[in-house]
């Protein structure tokens, strides 16, 4: 068995891969509309391309570091069913907000834009809020009962089908929405937007595991009851870090 990555470690893959997914996010965003010179829907298609192309390299690169949540709402879940231990919550969301910020910030540095900004992009209303309760409960659910050899592309795949399918353009993920705050650009949040969409968000998520768990069991159950009493504290949607811990259930 391999040994479990230090605490520096699974923080550092988590800020650090955070940053990169909100680099992806935002940079291919104004990248996209620099090109689409107006086509919306082009722009939102290239944004999706690389978001999910970038979301699946993510998870297999850090996966076996720190579990590669980049995500609040994945990690209380986590915590909520005993597969992360709660005094490493706070570490993780701490980390995954810092590192949604920095990733906004490198992108603009990038682009040669005002590193330090605020986005007015109003996302509001019960439409917006209710898309992304659907989008946050169904990554979840795709989460917890996605094959295990699988949940990278399975997870990937899911988002950027959310990207069309929801009226928000799935965020799913509240530290996406802080770390877009920061960013006046086509992926952009207007901070009073934001709140509601963390709300919305974490209250998916929680329904994704009631429905996970009216759905029942699925084939791997015998092997995570074993594997979560060997190894609580640490949970990763990727395999190979669920090989290396004990732990066979995906977040």
């Known amino acids: 068995m391999s040994p479990q990555p230090h605490l520096f470690q699974r923080l550092l893959g988590e800020w650090l891969g955070t940053a990169l997914l909100l ?35 993510l998870i297999e690169v850090f996966g076996p570091v720190s579990g590669a949540h980049f995500n609040p709402a994945v990690s209380l879940v986590m915590a909520l ?27 603009h540095a990038m682009f040669d834009l005002p590193v330090l900004q605020w986005s007015t992009k109003l996302r509001t209303g019960p ?7 659907v989008a946050t409960a169904g990554l979840l659910l795709v989460i917890l009962r996605a094959p ?26 509240p530290a996406a929405a802080f770390g877009r705050m ?3 650009s086509f992926a952009g ?19 994704g595991v009631f429905v996970h768990r009216l759905l029942g069991a699925h084939p791997q159950a015998g092997a995570q009851a074993g594997a979560q009493a060997d190894a ?9 870090e669920r090989r290396a811990s004990g732990d066979a259930m995906p977040t």
């Open 81 to 107: 069913r005993g597969e992360l231990a709660w005094s490493l919550l706070v570490a993780y969301v701490l980390a995954q907000l810092l590192g949604a910020a920095c990733g906004a910030w490198l992108t």
């Open 23 to 57: 680099s992806i996010v935002i940079g291919s965003g104004i990248m996209a509309e620099q090109l689409a010179q107006g086509n919306v829907a082009l722009a939102l298609l290239c944004n999706t391309v690389a978001t999910v192309a970038g979301l699946f390299v």
């Open 148 to 173: 295990a050899s699988r949940v990278s592309a399975l997870v990937a795949g899911y988002i950027g089908a959310a990207y069309f399918f929801t009226a928000s353009t799935s965020f799913a993920n």
């Open 189 to 207: 949040i207007a901070p009073q937007s934001a709140p509601a969409f963390m709300l919305s968000q974490l209250a998916g998520a929680l329904v």
């Open 182 to 184: 920061f960013s006046d």
């Open 127 to 133: 439409g917006q809020w209710l898309a992304e309760g």
């Open 232 to 240: 609580p504290e640490t949970l990763s949607i990727h395999p190979t």
